[in-house]
């Protein structure tokens, strides 16, 4: 089956920088999309970048500006650079991918890996 693997979390302090990987392994047909979300205590679930395959990449608001988020075809990853890091980014982050398996679009979710801005 399709997997997605996040890596990259950690503790970093107020205004740093992180960079998050996905990697996916399967046989994957095709995509429709490759993205980041995250979802702190007590809050929903949020977009925070959204790579459609031939198209743009997407943004949430509140990261617009600090985070980029890009695929590496040869390598089926996808990564996420954060900078400008605050408390406010602290939350569990999950990779996702609408793609296309064993003939059905599948909507697949990784682990998470967490994230902490802290001083």
């Known amino acids: 089956q399709v997997q997605l693997v996040e890596s990259g979390g950690g503790l970093v302090q107020p205004g740093g920088s992180l960079r998050l990987s996905c990697a996916a392994s399967?046989?994957?047909?095709?995509?429709?999309?490759m993205g980041w979300y995250r979802q702190a205590p007590g809050k929903e679930r949020e977009l925070v970048a959204l790579?459609?395959?031939?198209?743009?990449?997407n943004y949430g608001d509140s990261v617009k500006g600090r985070f980029t988020s890009s695929r590496d075809n040869a390598k089926n990853m996808v990564s996420l650079q954060m900078n400008s890091l605050s408390a406010e980014d602290t939350a569990v982050y999950y990779c996702?991918?609408?793609?296309?398996?064993?003939?059905?679009?599948?909507?697949?979710w990784g682990q998470g890996t967490q994230v902490t801005v802290s001083s």
């Open positions: 399967g046989s994957i047909s095709s995509w429709r999309t």
């Open positions: 790579i459609i395959n031939g198209g743009t990449t």
């Open positions: 996702n991918a609408v793609v296309l398996y064993s003939g059905l679009w599948r909507t697949v």
